[in-house]
């Protein structure tokens, strides 16, 4: 299976979930739903596993050596629908950036008659209204995000998560946004990491704070996370609606 290849040459190459995570640019979570097989990378990102750990992909697909005909033509049917799929999805690539470079063109144009027009006060930044040149400096707490600073599911030793601690309270990954995110939805930005103070974290306008938001700002086409706070584990709180669950282990009812 791919999942347990996977788990197998992580500790075998000295990776830890988090450390592979960095390498891969993705979160500590996506490693962990890859080796507990409730997802699996796609194509590329496959690619990038097997240049990683120093091996053919056919190694990342093929739990035992390859022994007879029947089990290579069946890694050669797997690697060429994961070529099909490299090819599809370069080709939806160019078709994207060719949308996104429209979008921003005119997101410059609209920006610069909102300026003209005196109405530059605020932006329509990914869907909520920010200030231009606001200084997070002055409103918000600067956190730093320890990479040992971890939560583990009291269920399941293996299921952990990265702690993010805003105004003294902590915060692991619950969810993504599931539809359009409005200023209706998003508060105040309340923290940004000290570090990479593209990172920021805002309140909801939704309830109180068992949960926040997380953005990364001058992304292209990104999406806000959301946060859900540690003390409410196991308890049966309301969930916004925009808010789309994860499917991980310490969330589960």
């Not at 707490?141 to 952990?160: L, S």
């Not at 990265?162 to 923290?191: E, H, P, W």
């Not at 992304?219 to 946060?227: K, R, S, V, Y």
């Amino acid at each position: 299976m791919l999942n347990e290849k996977l788990k197998q040459l992580r500790k075998e190459k000295g990776y830890t979930q988090e450390s592979l995570a960095i390498e891969l640019n993705v979160v500590r979570q996506t490693v962990s739903q890859w080796e507990k097989g409730r997802s699996v990378p796609d194509a590329e990102m496959l690619q990038r596993i097997a240049e990683v750990f120093e091996v053919d992909v056919s190694q990342l697909l093929s739990a035992n050596p390859l022994t007879n005909t029947e089990q290579r033509d069946e890694l050669a049917i797997q690697l060429a629908k994961i070529n099909e799929q490299l090819a599809i999805k370069n080709r939806r690539s160019k078709r994207i950036w060719k949308t996104v470079l429209v979008i921003v063109i005119a997101a410059l144009v609209i920006k610069g008659v909102a300026t003209a027009v005196g109405l530059g006060t605020y932006l329509d930044n990914s869907g909520f209204p920010t200030k231009i040149n606001y200084d997070i400096t002055e409103h918000s707490q600067a956190i730093t995000i320890p990479e040992d600073a971890v939560f583990v599911n009291p269920d399941d030793k293996e299921d952990t998560y990265q702690i993010v601690t805003v105004n003294n309270r902590d915060y692991i990954l619950f969810g993504t946004q599931s539809r359009t995110i409005t200023g209706k939805m998003i508060g105040d930005c309340i923290a940004y990491n000290a570090e990479d103070n593209n990172q920021r974290y805002y309140s909801l306008v939704y309830g109180n704070d068992d949960y926040i938001a997380e953005y990364y700002v001058n992304g292209m086409m990104e999406q806000f996370n959301f946060l859900r706070a540690v003390d409410t584990v196991g308890q049966d709180i309301a969930c916004p609606d925009f808010v789309d669950p994860l499917d991980y282990g310490v969330w589960k009812k």
